[in-house]
T-cell receptor, first 113, second 111 residues
Framework: DGGITQSPKYLFRKEGQNVTLSCEQN?????MYWYRQDPGQGLRLIYYSQIVNDFQKGDIAEGYSVSREKKESFPLTVTSAQKNPTAFYLC????????????FGPGTRLLVL | KQEVTQIPAALSVPEGENLVLNCSFT??????LQWFRQDPGKGLTSLLLIQSSQREQTSGRLNASLDKSSGRSTLYIAASQPGDSATYLCAVNVNDYKLSFGAGTTVTVRA
């Protein structure tokens, strides 16, 4: 089955710790995205990547980092600089044209201990 | 900056009633508009995508309209069922693949 997988489903972060969220897709999509969702708010874009080895900051990139070494994978690291990381994180992908829909993974909920 | 608003934030209807969900956006220069469904604690599922040149899209009991000039879209769900209970989000595609999302309307269909 083609789709997007995210792991883990739940992640706990201690103060001062960096944590990495995994996102993998087998849809052969060129573009991948990371969003943050907070209660009562719309999704906000953290980073996006249109091709391998290239990515751009979204609206709320501070305190986050990404890499895109493989077409299938787009991991997100939440660094200790992100002071309010508790949220639901969603990864998405799309064919690399702006008129195509985005397909979403099941999400990772990040909680702070 | 594109702002997307969805009103009401929550809606409760009896089974069988038609649902009308509203989405408004401030900048009419969009490439497309999408409606998504989100179940609690889950990812988003795309329901309908309307290109900027289109006026509406239909899929089964779902119909979405787009009026770019007034910055509005409406999602109609006919003959609602308890399984339609979810949060519905609209998103507009402005540039560079980025989507601007509304906060969503949470729908409860009572049996």
């Amino acid at each position: 089955d083609g789709g997007i997988t995210q792991s883990p489903k739940y992640l706990f972060r201690k103060e001062g710790q960096n944590v990495t969220l995994s996102c993998e897709q087998n849809l052969n999509h060129d573009a991948m995205y990371w969003y943050r969702q907070d209660p009562g708010q719309g999704l906000r874009l953290i980073y996006y990547s249109q091709i391998v080895n290239d990515f751009q900051k979204g609206d709320i990139a501070e305190g986050y980092s990404v890499s895109r070494e493989k077409k299938e994978s787009f991991p997100l690291t939440v660094t200790s600089a992100q002071k309010n990381p508790t949220a639901f994180y969603l990864c998405a992908s799309s064919i690399a044209t702006r008129v195509e829909t985005q397909y979403f993974g099941p999400g990772t909920r990040l909680l702070v201990l | 900056k594109q702002e997307v608003t969805q009103i009401p934030a929550a809606l409760s209807v009896p089974e069988g009633e038609n649902l009308v969900l509203n989405c408004s956006f401030t900048d009419s220069a969009i490439y497309n508009l999408q409606w998504f469904r989100q179940d609690p604690g889950k990812g988003l599922t795309s329901l309908l995508l309307i290109q900027s040149s289109q006026r509406e899209q239909t899929s089964g009991r779902l119909n979405a309209s787009l009026d770019k000039s007034s910055g509005r879209s409406t999602l109609y769900i006919a003959a609602s069922q308890p399984g339609d209970s979810a949060t519905y989000l609209c998103a507009v595609n402005v540039n560079d693949y980025k989507l601007s999302f509304g906060a969503g309307t949470t729908v409860t269909v009572r049996a």
